[in-house]
């Protein structure tokens, strides 16, 4: 568009280039807060600075006369909570049988009491993601082959 053909409005307007439409230096709100002057979470930051150790102090306070929500965020800075761990396991497998009887295998562990029920998930989703790599690597190399062929 020439600016003969532009709408009065739009007399003036650079389209958005690489470059760019705003000049480097000018801001876009002249207006806004000015610089040094600290925004909201520097304030709190500052405060913390200043009353953290007092407040922490009271905090502690409170949880050793019994206030229970106090002392759970105590506890919660000194000891995090723990994670569930799962315990090794031990039952017959062979993982050279085909998917379905290594998911069979497993299930009678977990039907005997061998593993339990949970672990045995675990187990049956590791052997499912397998299965879907070794799918992904056989394909690939039918691929392979297939182009392979074509080229001769």
């Known amino acids: 568009m020439t600016d003969q053909t532009q709408p009065e409005w739009m007399q003036g307007y ?4 690489r470059s760019g439409r705003f000049q480097k230096g000018v801001s876009g709100n002249p ?3 000015p610089k040094g002057v600290p925004d909201k979470r520097q ?3 500052a405060a913390l600075r200043d009353d953290g150790l007092a407040v922490a102090e009271k905090v502690i306070e409170a949880a050793l006369a019994g ?3 106090a002392a759970g965020l105590v506890l919660a800075r000194i000891a995090p909570t723990l994670r569930s761990q ?5 039952f017959d497998f062979d993982p050279e049988l085909p998917i379905g009887k290594q998911v069979e295998q497993v299930l009678a562990a ?5 593993v339990p029920p949970d672990v045995g998930q675990m187990i049956i ?3 499912g993601s397998l299965s879907s790599i070794r799918k992904d690597e056989e394909l690939e190399q039918r691929i392979i082959a297939l182009e392979a062929r074509e080229v001769n």
Do not use: L
């Open 125 to 127: 989703n590791a052997i």
């Open 86 to 90: 799962t315990q090794t396991v031990e």
């Open 110 to 114: 977990v039907a005997s009491g061998q």
């Open 67 to 69: 206030d229970m929500q």
């Open 43 to 45: 304030r709190v930051q």
């Open 14 to 17: 650079v389209p958005n280039t």
């Open 31 to 33: 207006a806004g807060r």
